[in-house]
């Protein structure tokens, strides 16, 4: 099984950063999709970024310029380094992993609050 442990969140002025982390743990061989997802008040879960195999990246719009995702395969971690946060930004982070021969497994999420 796979198994993930986040951290990082908590509150923040706009403009401010916060650096999100998840280290998954268990009995996989590889992981080659890992990425961020969040979810506002009373709006769906959305994707943030991702980033697979060769670190090839994808962003949602919104956070373009500003988000940085990255991973350290020798630890089976992931990071999401948000810079020039908006209120908007506010919400539930999920960190969503694929592992090889697992189905996808979700973090317990952590909450951001940016603050106007």
């Known amino acids: 099984q796979v198994h993930l442990v986040e951290s990082g969140g908590g509150l923040v002025q706009a403009g401010g950063s916060l650096r999100l982390s998840c280290a998954a743990s268990?009995?996989?061989?590889?992981?080659?999709?890992m990425g961020w997802y969040r979810q506002g008040p009373g709006k769906q879960r959305e994707l943030v970024a991702s980033?697979?195999?060769?670190?090839?990246?994808n962003y949602a719009d919104s956070v373009k310029g500003r988000f940085t995702i990255s991973r350290d395969n020798a630890i089976n971690t992931v990071y999401l380094q948000m810079d020039r946060l908006k209120p908007e930004d506010t919400g539930v982070y999920y960190c969503?992993?694929?592992?090889?021969?697992?189905?996808?497994?979700w973090g317990q999420g952590t909450q951001v609050t940016v603050s106007s």
């Open positions: 268990g009995t996989f061989y590889d992981i080659p999709s």
């Open positions: 969503q992993v694929d592992a090889y021969g697992f189905p996808p497994t």
């Open positions: 980033i697979v195999s060769l670190d090839i990246t």
